[in-house]
């Protein structure tokens, strides 16, 4: 079954504090994943896609990692700042034309505290 | 337009009434998305058109709810009789297919939120 499943649930840090947020997947075949990024009462927004060839690719604060043996990725976020409270939501392309060959996980709700 | 829009913004409506939702795509986007979102919760998929083809309408919750999209533009959401549960935002979303250049990023509109009191 495809399946994409994101760690924690949600986060609290401290503004300036490092954090990191995992996704896994069993979405076959595998084409891309992407990090989105949604801003409360917002649409999410594209921060970073990786390809299967990938293995790290950084966005001014933001890193995300790719083991396509492992079918795992992560975004870590640096510096955190206030901006940065919203979720983060990893998505698969691929799976084969279910759900227009996009799955989603459920996102990671973070909140940067002062 | 440069992005994706929906209307409305925001709904309020009556149990039992029947509500329109509206999306315009990003021009040359073929795929279109709609997702809903409860309160608190993950995007959770309702339909998707591509081109011609007919659309996976595996999504859709009950028959109270359709989607169409005329001439491979604009689409409409359609809920009937409404039900409280029905209350989230509606997402919609498009993107390109194909082409070498294309990534396949999803465009998201800001969302139709629908309140059934």
């Known amino acids: 079954k495809n399946q994409v499943e994101q760690s924690p649930q949600s986060l609290i840090i401290l503004e300036g504090k490092n954090c990191t947020l995992q996704?896994?997947?069993?979405?076959?075949?595998?084409?891309?994943l992407r990090w989105y990024k949604q801003d409360t009462g917002r649409g999410p927004v594209s921060l970073t896609i990786m390809t299967f060839s990938e293995n790290t690719k950084s966005n001014g604060r933001y890193t995300a990692t790719l083991d396509a043996d492992t079918k795992q990725s992560s975004l870590h976020i640096t510096a955190s700042q206030l901006s940065d409270s919203a979720s983060y939501i990893c998505v698969v392309s691929g799976g084969g034309g279910s759900q227009g060959n996009l799955i989603f996980g459920k996102g990671t709700k973070l909140s940067v505290k002062p | 337009g440069a992005g994706v829009s929906q209307s409305p913004s925001n709904k309020v409506t009556e149990k039992g009434k029947d509500v329109e939702l509206r999306c315009d795509p990003i021009?040359?986007?073929?795929?279109l998305y709609w997702y809903r979102q409860s309160l608190g919760q993950g995007l959770e998929f309702l339909i998707y058109?591509?081109?011609?083809?007919?659309?996976?309408k595996s999504g859709l919750p009950s028959d109270r709810f359709s989607a169409e999209r005329t001439g491979g533009s604009v689409s409409t959401l359609t809920i009937q009789r409404t039900q409280q549960e029905d209350s989230a935002v509606y997402l919609c979303?498009?993107?390109?297919?194909?082409?070498?250049?294309?990534?396949?990023?999803?465009?998201f509109g800001e969302g139709s939120r629908l309140t059934v009191l």
């Open positions: 058109f591509q081109g011609n083809s007919a659309p996976d």
């Open positions: 979303a498009s993107r390109k297919v194909g082409g070498a250049q294309n990534t396949g990023e999803l465009f």
């Open positions: 996704c896994n997947y069993t979405v076959s075949p595998f084409s891309n």
């Open positions: 021009s040359g986007h073929t795929a």
